[in-house]
């Protein structure tokens, strides 16, 4: 017995190929190669092309929610969060290990070393991308697609009246004084 294939979004498969391109030429310029300039990340104020990879993997993420909660809307609330909630942290552990394992190192020359879980980056791209899935996703449950809408524009608002008058700074959108780093730093500490 074949288990039948769930239809496919052909776009966003080609979406998410072509993301996963960019990241490659992004992230592996050569052997000793230096990275081609305009794949830089921006230093703050500006925008590259290596700057459009992660809001294209939230993006698809974003996408094909409502195809993969199609798929257990027969299922309990309580079920689906379960689900979504196991697929989160499934994301945040694996981007977590992935943090952690390219930090080996050789020690003296005799040994491998890790640097200790306690001076790992908490919150890289596959955790922030785990958190992002999660927020959507359970957001998508409760309310329609114009509830939705609304609620991602009030948040966009809201953030922009945070970032720019909830800073001391005299540049609310500085690298150094808006408040979104005040709050990481507070919460997390300093960048590692």
């Not at 991308?129 to 998508?140: E, K, P, Q």
């Not at 945070?162 to 800073?167: H, K």
Request: hydrophobic share 50%; proline share 5%.
């Amino acid at each position: 017995m074949t288990k039948e294939l769930k239809p496919r979004l052909v776009s966003l498969d080609v979406f998410r190929g072509m993301t996963i391109f960019l990241m490659i030429i992004v992230n592996t310029p050569g052997a000793g190669a230096e990275p081609y300039a305009p794949l830089l990340h921006a230093e703050w104020h500006g925008l590259t092309l290596t700057d459009l990879v992660f809001p294209s993997f939230l993006f698809a993420v974003g996408t094909a929610i409502p195809f993969a909660g199609s798929t257990l809307t027969k299922l309990s609330n309580r079920t689906r969060i379960l689900k979504i909630l196991r697929r989160t942290i499934l994301i945040f552990l694996i981007g977590y290990f992935l943090n952690w394992y390219t930090s080996m190192h050789w020690v003296e020359g005799r040994h491998i070393g890790f640097v200790p879980i306690n001076r790992l980056r908490i919150l890289g791209v596959l955790q922030r991308i785990a958190l992002c899935y999660f927020i959507a996703a359970v957001l998508s449950i409760y309310f329609k697609t114009k509830q939705l809408v609304w609620i991602s524009a009030i948040l966009l608002l809201a953030y922009w009246l945070l970032l720019r008058w909830g800073s001391e700074s005299a540049d609310p959108y500085s690298i150094l004084g808006n408040l979104a780093r005040r709050i990481d730093v507070a919460i997390i500490g300093e960048p590692r």
